[in-house]
């Protein structure tokens, strides 16, 4: 079964980074297009940004356009969301996830990890 591992959250002062990976199992990686979203306290899932199979097309939220920065490694099966200059209103669970139907923006939810918690307080 494939599955998908996040990991490289924790907590951060507002202004700060963290690098966020998604390791894959699947034998499909290099193939599929991939997507960040992520969960607020309280709130429905947030789609944040999603990279084309080889990396080359990118696509971002207004919300953390300018700040995030999505990348992959084919080679290692791995996704990345680098962070930057962090808000209070990033803190969230923080989940990769396989694009439906090969789409940059529909994820399929049932892809997701089981997320990495991103908290962003002084």
């Known amino acids: 079964e494939v599955q998908l591992v996040e990991s490289g959250g924790g907590l951060v002062q507002p202004g700060g980074s963290l690098r966020l990976a998604c390791a894959d199992s699947?034998?499909?990686?290099?193939?599929?297009?991939m997507h960040w979203v992520r969960q607020a306290p309280g709130k429905g899932l947030e789609w944040l940004s999603s990279?084309?199979?080889?990396?080359?097309?990118?696509y971002y939220a207004d919300s953390v356009k300018g700040r995030f920065t999505i990348s992959r490694d084919n080679a290692k099966s791995t996704l990345y969301l680098q962070l930057n200059s962090l808000k209070t209103e990033d803190t969230a669970v923080y989940y990769c996830a396989r694009a439906k139907d090969g789409s940059y923006f529909i994820y399929d939810e049932t892809s997701r990890g089981q997320g990495t918690q991103v908290t962003v307080s002084s």
């Open positions: 699947g034998f499909t990686f290099s193939s599929v297009r």
């Open positions: 990279i084309s199979a080889l990396g080359s097309i990118t």
